[in-house]
């Protein structure tokens, strides 16, 4: 049970302080530097724009694999593990997911553009790869702590 206290109340943080941050630039906010700005972007596609061209569907097919997704975690005792890893990734994936019903895409706002351009992204996208770096962290650890015979 208090695991999935803290991966509901992760969860349900990090998509809240998400969608907030995103309600300030659609209302016209925007910050523009030689290095990294703050601006909005529409993304219709996943990282890098990529799958773009499935349009619509793409919600849906995002929709049915956050679901699939959400049921290995919960059968597989990652969330009792996990749960605030993967409250950030759900949170975040939530968040991005909702966009899409919503907006129409995905509300990008982070450019990065100091030496190189980078992708453009958002508050769950750090929240998602954060939440699955501490997964991969922790199951680092974890093995290197299991004895080898």
């Known amino acids: ?4 206290v803290i991966f509901f109340l992760t969860a349900t943080g990090v998509f809240l302080i998400d969608q907030g941050i995103k309600e300030i630039f659609l ?4 910050y523009l530097s030689s290095c990294i700005s703050f601006e909005l ?11 773009a061209f499935l349009g619509e569907w793409l ?24 749960p605030f890893a993967t409250g950030l990734i759900l949170g975040g994936a939530v968040g991005n997911l909702y966009d899409r019903f919503t907006q129409g895409g995905v509300v990008d706002y982070v450019a990065w553009h100091c030496g190189f351009n980078f992708a453009v992204f958002n508050f769950a996208d750090v929240m998602i790869d954060f939440g699955v770096g501490l997964i991969l962290l922790f199951t680092f650890l974890e093995h290197k702590r299991t004895p080898t015979r």
């Open 1 to 4: 049970m208090r695991a999935f």
């Open 27 to 30: 209302g016209g906010y925007e």
């Open 41 to 51: 972007h529409m993304n219709y596609g996943v990282a890098f724009s990529m799958f």
């Open 59 to 82: 919600k849906w097919i995002q929709l049915v694999l956050i679901i699939a997704i959400f049921a290995y975690v919960i059968y597989s005792q990652t969330l009792k593990e996990y």
